[in-house]
């Protein structure tokens, strides 16, 4: 079975711009969660997507918004970028969501502000 | 709101020894869930161990341990006969009982396995 899978791996992009990131789960997982990881500020929850709806949001702005497909796969969208907003993105995927499904994280984006 | 605290922000041990990560949290919440997520070079996280907040017992894999203190709000790894593969940034993470995939996560602890 193939992994989650996340795209692109890396990216530059300039203060103002807005980015797209892409993460496909694993095949049969219907839960998608997305993390930033900053040196300064650890690994913090952004959202989780659950069959199309989004079921947590963790303490980011609104310029920070992601979506789920059908078939399961996530995009994060963030717009008006910072200079603070250069992390490396981890999207994470389960079956159902909860404890006793095992989350399988991506490689992660790694995404510089200029 | 939670909160997971890592105290030391790096370790060393030598190959074969056994060496201890310290995590403790804040929570309200009776119920919950903790694990231990390991982070190597190459940056893909993977679950260590887990456990249920409300089992006594302490969780096993292999290796690895938990000496869960529930009262004491603790939750340190054991690592016994440590390997150069273990070299990682370990974390340690609470999850609500019944929120979803929503963790919190600690600052994490860099671990270096000597040989």
């Known amino acids: 079975k193939a992994g989650v899978t996340q795209t692109p791996r890396y990216l530059i992009k300039t203060r103002g711009q807005q980015v797209t990131l892409s993460c496909s789960p694993i095949s049969g997982h219907r839960s998608v969660s997305w993390y930033q990881q900053t040196p300064g500020q650890g690994l913090q929850f952004l959202f989780e997507?659950?069959?199309?709806?989004?079921?947590n949001k963790g303490n980011f702005p609104g310029r920070f918004s992601g979506r789920q497909f059908s078939n399961s796969r996530s995009e994060m969208n963030v717009s008006t970028l910072e200079l603070g907003d250069s992390a490396l993105y981890l999207c994470?995927?389960?079956?159902?969501?909860?404890?006793?499904?095992?989350?399988?994280f991506g490689p992660g984006t790694r995404l510089t502000v200029l | 709101a939670q909160t997971v605290t890592q105290s030391q922000p790096e370790m060393s041990v030598q190959e074969a020894e056994t060496v201890t990560l310290s995590c403790t949290y804040d929570?309200?919440?009776?119920?919950?869930?903790l694990f231990w997520y390991k982070q190597p070079p190459s940056r893909q996280m993977i679950l260590v161990i887990r456990?249920?907040?409300?089992?006594?017992q302490n969780a096993t894999e292999n290796r690895f341990s938990v000496n869960f203190q529930k009262a004491a709000k603790s939750f340190s790894l054991k690592i016994s006969d440590s390997q150069l593969g273990d070299t990682a940034m370990y974390f340690c993470a609470f999850m609500k009982y019944y929120a979803g995939n929503m963790l919190t996560f600690g600052g994490g602890t860099r671990l270096m396995v000597k040989p």
């Open positions: 456990q249920e907040a409300y089992k006594q």
């Open positions: 994470a995927s389960s079956l159902e969501g909860g404890f006793t499904d095992t989350q399988y």
């Open positions: 929570t309200s919440e009776n119920n919950y869930y």
């Open positions: 997507y659950f069959s199309e709806t989004q079921r």
